[in-house]
T-cell receptor
Framework: AQSVTQLGSHVSVSEGALVLLRCNYSSSVPPYLFWYVQYPNQGLQLLLKYTTGATLVKGINGFEAEFKKSETSFHLTKPSAHMSDAAEYFCAVIKAQKLVFGTGTRLLVSP | DAGVIQSPRHEVTEMGQEVTLRCKPISGHDYLFWYRQTMMRGLELLIYFNNNVPIDDSGMPEDRFSAKMPNASFSTLKIQPSEPRDSAVYFC????????????FGSGTRLTVV
């Protein structure tokens, strides 16, 4: 069973627009949740993570995500997209002590 | 720190040949992971090590794949013999811990088997 589900394989926004990338998790226990970004021809880079404590997590490059237990969601947002944000974004969860990734969402940013 | 270093960046080989991918983790990281990324299957964990000892290799697709970590600063992933379906990007990552998830990834090796 998929542990994290990312809705939308591609998301297109205009520069300056709100970025919203969706991630839902399936877990019977409080999960550890992560967002990673992959720029073309590069490895994955950690954007932010939620383990315990504050449910609104701030990451690098102006991104943030909110853990919502009632909705089993951990959506990634950024108020204003930059061209440099164009990349693939992966939601991930710790499952059986392993980091398991979603299928990824490619963010396209147009001028 | 130079980060996780993988070599080569690109590898093109003929079917049936042996392929060896290399990884140097970040110094002080006790965990090392090998992932494979394909369009069809996404990111899959192949194997991980703790203090140079293989802990979980349940993701290794078949006996043609093997991984070693002879010391804390070096690991290899070997495929012998290689097949076209092994074509993928192989990532190495390292971390201080397991459940924290803050893995540092290398830039990957793009393997093409023709």
């Amino acid at each position: 069973a998929q542990s994290v589900t990312q809705l939308g394989s591609h998301v297109s926004v205009s520069e300056g627009a709100l970025v919203l990338l969706r991630c839902n998790y399936s877990s019977s226990v409080p999960p550890y949740l992560f967002w990673y970004v992959q720029y073309p021809n590069q490895g994955l880079q950690l954007l932010l993570k939620y383990t315990t404590g504050a449910t609104l997590v701030k990451g690098i490059n102006g991104f943030e995500a909110e853990f919502k237990k009632s909705e089993t969601s951990f959506h990634l947002t950024k108020p204003s997209a930059h061209m440099s944000d164009a990349a693939e974004y992966f939601c991930a969860v710790i499952k059986a002590q392993k980091l398991v990734f979603g299928t990824g969402t490619r963010l396209l940013v147009s001028p | 720190d130079a980060g996780v270093i993988q070599s080569p960046r690109h590898e093109v080989t003929e079917m049936g040949q042996e392929v060896t991918l290399r990884c140097k983790p970040i110094s002080g990281h006790d965990y090392l992971f090998w992932y494979r990324q394909t369009m069809m299957r996404g990111l899959e964990l192949l194997i991980y090590f703790n203090n140079n000892v293989p802990i979980d290799d349940s993701g290794m697709p078949e006996d043609r794949f093997s991984a070693k970590m002879p010391n804390a600063s070096f690991s290899t992933l070997k495929i012998q013999p290689s097949e076209p379906r092994d074509s993928a990007v192989y990532f190495c990552a390292s971390s201080f811990d397991l459940a924290g998830g803050g893995y540092t990834f290398g830039s990957g090796t793009r393997l093409t088997v023709v």
